[in-house]
RNA sequence: GGGGACGUAGCUCAAUUGGUUAGAGUACCGGCCUGUCACGCCGGUGGUUGCGGGUUCGAGUCCCGUCGUCCUCGCCA
């Protein structure tokens, strides 16, 4: 196997080179041991009649002691990938390396032979700088060396790993889904493939496997799951690539209730399995409503209070005219009190209201009680009777701060949510504890004030709470789905619902999203037929394994998570993707660039 | 698509108000050194200041455009 174009540079190349031991493993008990080691050169120590070689592989970093024979033959740089042999010695005590698991050893080489030669790095593997996004996704192959990254890596393919097998305890099935598959109306845009054989038709890359693991249920599949590459052509955030991995399942013949145990027990076996911890199950649950009451968002950090509380009932009585008339609008008053143990300087206080109005807020009404009446633009209102009224509704003492929104609800919570987190941050008190939740019963159906039309708040093949769904005039706006998210710390890990097992339901539901019969034919008709044989009740649940791996190790960018991601422009800096094709294979494919040739070349 | 920040040596950064030959650390190359592990010491190479244009006696610095990276809003059923 030794490779003779490489002999000239080896020292004994009749020796085998494949290593016995990685450069993790060997300690004091192989003391004495002839061994062979493979890796990088990851650092070098010339002293001149002694040479250290810091030697590299995935598993940790051994030092080998070279003497001047073999120094002087070969020359060796950053990055070389060699071969070396020779005998593992204990160190003298005051040579130990405490600080390196192999620190009591050395391997000290009788052979080296050098198996690939290494340019000059572009950075440093060892680095304690940061070195910039580009350079680093440009050379990933060099910045996948770095232990720190090999570390994210192994945590990901252990912790999947835990998730597969605890999907296979409860007796899943996993079930590859086409990545060549239909486009769909509503969602996110389509990645479009051209087909060779069809000319002028095109496959879609699916957004996510959800209309095949429901066909998959209908064949009697009752349990499956999926670690399922999925394709959103959106533009990019730190937490977001145009592909992702979503741990993806669905089960037949359950309610709500069997998805979220199912789910709490592998989320306790996996972070139990990949990481040792505890997390407690099952996780509290609470309507959409509620989450937006209490916290103005539909993703909560349950790990602070600052919770928003109605004030209609002060508001309606009260002598402010602005918030009696909000009140008599039918819209409504809430407020946040912020208590005394984070004092909020008036200073402060006007960068919140103007976060507010940044927001949409009109104004941010604000109110420090005191045994004398407090002070601030409610102050006011608050003499008296009025005072305590609205010191009770909040459970205000002096020195708390109060901070009011008056406005429509989506506004109210909307403002109030982002304040709530906003001082969050600024108390430092989004931090600690795993705090998981369901957020359930979402509305089923969103107007959309730009196409003026409705639009599924989940997906269209959510069930609604009223199988009826309101009858023949409902009030869209009142209806309530089977939609649940799961959430952590204020992050939406994933989404489900229990799903539209009735071809007459769906097509209603269809036809409310403004798809007629015919366009319903063409581009659900699949579905539609299929859930005419018999489809059982299913319900299912996706979570985004990117962002889970990289919350699971404290980080807030899936890119150290995602081996070779895409820049912020959706370009690949590596293989420098998407790039032109040969117009022979743009006519393959029946298809025409309309891109001006002067624009296309961008580099 | 909108807003913001940034772009100077292989890497990380500096360069006063627009003013001499654009510097430092590190890496790399050469030399010395037998116990280092961020080795040390001596010497050296290395620059189209992203790119194009403009203002100016003079531009890394100011202006316009463009490309790229990051953050963010829209978007992400």
Redesign the pocket.
Known sequence: MTPSSTSALTTHTKTDWRRTHTCGELRKPEVGSRVTLNGWVH??????????V?LRDRYGIT?V?L??ELSDAV?L??EFTISVSGRV?A??P????P??PT?EI?V?ADRLEILSRSN?????I????????????KYRYMDLRRPAMQKNFIHRSRFIHAMRRAFERQNFVEVETPILTKA?P????DFLVPSRVHPGEFYAL???P??FKQILMVAGMDRYYQVARCF?D???????QLEFTQLDMEMSFVEEDDIFRTWEQVLHETFRDAMGLDVAIPFPRMSWKEAMERFGVDKPDLRYGLELVDLADWARTCEFAVFKDTIARGERVMGIRVPAQHPLTRKEIDGLEEQAKSTGAKGLAWWKPTAEGGSGPLSKFTTGAAGLALRARLGAQDGDTVLCVAGKQSLVWRVLGDLRVALGKKFDLAKGEWRFTWVTSFPMF?F?E?EKRW????????APVDWSMGGEAPDLSTLVSRAYDLVLNGWELG?GSVRIHRSDVQQKVFSILGIGPEEQKQKFGFLLEALSFGAPPHAGFAIGLDRLCAMSLGM??I?DIVAF???????C?MTDAPSPVAPEQLAEVHIRSVVPPS?QQ??
């Open positions: 650092a070098r120590r010339d002293h001149g009649g002694v040479y250290f810091d030092q002691v003497g001047p020359k740089g950053p010695v160190r003298e005051h040579n130990v390396n600080n390196r620190g050395d000290v000059t790095p572009p950075f440093p060892d680095a304690d700088e940061e070195v910039s996004f580009e350079t680093r996704l769909t509503e969602g996110a845009r699916p957004q996510s959800q209309l959103r959106e533009d990019l955030r730190a937490d977001r969103e959309d730009t639009f599924s708040a989940h997906h269209p093949f959510t989404s807030d960018n890119r991601p895409k820049t912020a422009s959706a370009a800096l624009i961008p580099s």
